[in-house]
């Protein structure tokens, strides 16, 4: 079977530096807040081109940070999308906030613009722009956006680490950006893990003082809403072996890619235009509109696919009553459309061969 991730294939390249750094670890004694969080922290802000960078313990603590960060609070309406995982949704519900959804474009399935235009003039706290599959969203035009409106932006860059525009990475252009570094995100720890940056000094304060259950020293809290999220230095130490490599990975997704592109000629597959700067290639998603039976005949040549996501944040079955008025006709045609392919640094070219030949065999 060719796996949609290969977790133990991607890392052996780097087996002797992870047990090096982890070793380090063990013998300093230090592992929660420490030097090797710091090291991280400066490394990974340099890589975003920002100014902050702070640890916490998972992407989706990220964005709830980031959002109280910003103000948002109980009965505070969050601009977002709904084809993203959930995520969004259960940061924006953790601050006691409401989501707003917005349909996406379906070229790119990120956010649509303009109804992202008209979404701002109803008043939200704060907009959260996904950059979805690792592309970038039109984040430059929703900063002018929310900044005409005063709405505060933040950026979901989950699957985005490595995408930029101009040398603008994603996570620069809202005044937060939020990562993940769960295992298969294209920079991934051994374990969760998460950041989030800014140039913003006194927002990093904040999120340094709500990461540590509101203090800004020892045992004085100082910011209500606080909680324990950090990323320990564990993760820290391996991400910072890591981190010199993912824009070689990164290339090497934009390699498979491209064979997709030119390689899959099956009229019943929609292939995305995908690539260049700003697209990290985080998943390589297809359109079929026989998307079960094509994932049934991947899955008999030897070929594992995933769905990302099969069901809209507004259509999930514990927020069904809430948003039961919500409609979004784009983002519900692509849950039942869309189909990850394999499309990890750790395959070999045969294994692209094969997937390209399989999706070729598909007769839908
Ligand atoms: C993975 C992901 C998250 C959440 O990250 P975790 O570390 O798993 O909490 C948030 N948003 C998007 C778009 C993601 O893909």
């Known amino acids: 079977m060719i796996a949609i991730n290969d977790l133990r294939r991607l890392h052996l390249p780097y087996r002797a530096e992870l047990l090096d750094a982890l070793t380090a670890v063990v013998d300093s004694g230090w592992f929660v807040l420490g030097e090797r969080g710091r090291m991280f922290e400066a490394a990974f802000a340099a890589s975003c081109g920002a100014r902050h ?11 709830e940070i980031a959002l109280r960060a910003a103000g948002v609070g109980s009965g505070d309406g969050v601009v977002t999308v709904a ?30 613009i303009q109804l992202l235009a008209a979404a701002l003039s109803g008043g939200p706290r704060a907009a959260l722009i996904t950059h979805l599959y690792g592309r970038l969203a039109p984040a430059a035009e929703a900063r002018r956006l929310c900044d005409a409106s005063k709405v505060v932006m933040i950026e979901d860059c989950a699957q985005a680490y490595g995408a930029c525009v101009a040398g603008r990475a994603a996570g620069t252009f809202g005044a937060l950006g939020s990562f993940s570094f769960y295992p298969t995100k294209n920079l991934g720890a051994l374990g969760d893990g998460g950041a989030i940056v800014t140039d913003d000094h006194p927002l990093a304060e904040r999120v340094r003082c709500l990461r540590q259950y509101g203090w800004n020293q020892k045992y004085r809290v100082e910011q209500s809403g606080g909680r324990n999220s950090r990323l320990d230095d564990i993760q820290a130490a391996v991400l910072s072996v890591k981190l010199p490599h993912s824009a070689a990975e990164i290339a090497r997704r934009h390699g498979i890619a491209e064979r997709y592109a030119e390689g899959i000629s099956n009229a019943a597959i929609d292939i995305p235009r995908r690539g260049g700067e700003s697209d990290a290639l985080h998943l390589f998603v297809v359109r079929c509109p ?75």
Not at 53 to 63: C, E, K, M, P
Not at 318 to 323: I, L
């Open 53 to 63: 960078a702070l640890g916490v313990a998972n992407g989706t603590d990220a964005i």
């Open 83 to 112: 084809n993203a995982g959930g995520y969004a949704t259960t940061a924006i519900l953790a601050c006691g906030a409401e989501p707003i959804y917005v349909d996406v474009d379906a070229g790119t399935m990120n956010i649509d």
């Open 290 to 364: 026989a998307r079960d039976a094509l994932a049934a005949h991947l899955a008999a040549e030897g070929v594992q696919t995933d769905v990302h996501y099969p069901v809209p944040d507004h259509r999930q079955p514990a927020f069904a009553k809430r948003f039961e008025d919500v409609a979004l006709p784009v983002t519900e045609r692509l849950a039942a459309e869309v189909l990850s392919l394999p499309c990890h640094p750790g395959m070999t070219d045969a294994e692209v061969s094969h997937v390209i030949s399989a999706c070729d065999a598909f007769r839908g």
